[in-house]
C-alpha cells in the first residue's frame, strides 16, 4: 500500500497563499486518483480538489479559481497551491489515493489511503 505524508501547512493571514505537498512512497501515484480534503473542528471532512490518472482534475465550488492540484508522477508527489486564502480555509488538509484512478471523485468514501494530515489556519 502506499503511505503518504503532507506538508506545507501554516497559518497566514487572508489573502495569503499557500503550497501544500503530499510525499508519496510504497508505491508509485500514476497508479492512483488523488485529492486534498478538509475538515475544520466540529465539521464533516469535505473534499477541496482532485485529480485523475490522466491529469483531469475536479474542485469544490467554495475553492474554484483560487485553488491548483496538481501531480509530479516522477517525483511521485501531489500539490495544492491555495491562493487568495479566507478565514474559512482553515482547517487539517489531508492527501488521499484512490486506486480507481480514472476518477476524480471529490466523495471521501472512495478513497483507499490517507495521510495524517497539515494544519492550515487563516486569520482575518
Known amino acids: 500500500q502506499v503511505h503518504l505524508v503532507e506538508s506545507g501547512g501554516d497559518s497566514v493571514k487572508a489573502g495569503g497563499s499557500l503550497r501544500l505537498s503530499c510525499l508519496a512512497s510504497?508505491?508509485?501515484?500514476?497508479?492512483?486518483?488523488m485529492g486534498w480534503f478538509r475538515q475544520a473542528p466540529g465539521k464533516e471532512r469535505e473534499g477541496v480538489a482532485a485529480?485523475?490518472?490522466?491529469?483531469?482534475?475536479n474542485y469544490v465550488d467554495s475553492v474554484k479559481g483560487r485553488f491548483t492540484i496538481s501531480r509530479d508522477n516522477s517525483k511521485n508527489t501531489l500539490a495544492l497551491q491555495m491562493n487568495s486564502l479566507k478565514p474559512e480555509d482553515t482547517a487539517m488538509y489531508f492527501c488521499?489515493?484512490?486506486?480507481?484512478?480514472?476518477?476524480?471523485?471529490?466523495?471521501?468514501?472512495?478513497?483507499?489511503?490517507w495521510g495524517q494530515g497539515t494544519q492550515v489556519t487563516v486569520s482575518s
Open positions: 485529480i485523475n490518472n490522466i491529469g483531469m482534475t
Open positions: 510504497g508505491d508509485t501515484i500514476n497508479k492512483y486518483s
Open positions: 488521499a489515493a484512490d486506486s480507481q484512478y480514472f476518477l476524480r471523485s471529490l466523495d471521501s468514501r472512495v478513497f483507499d489511503y
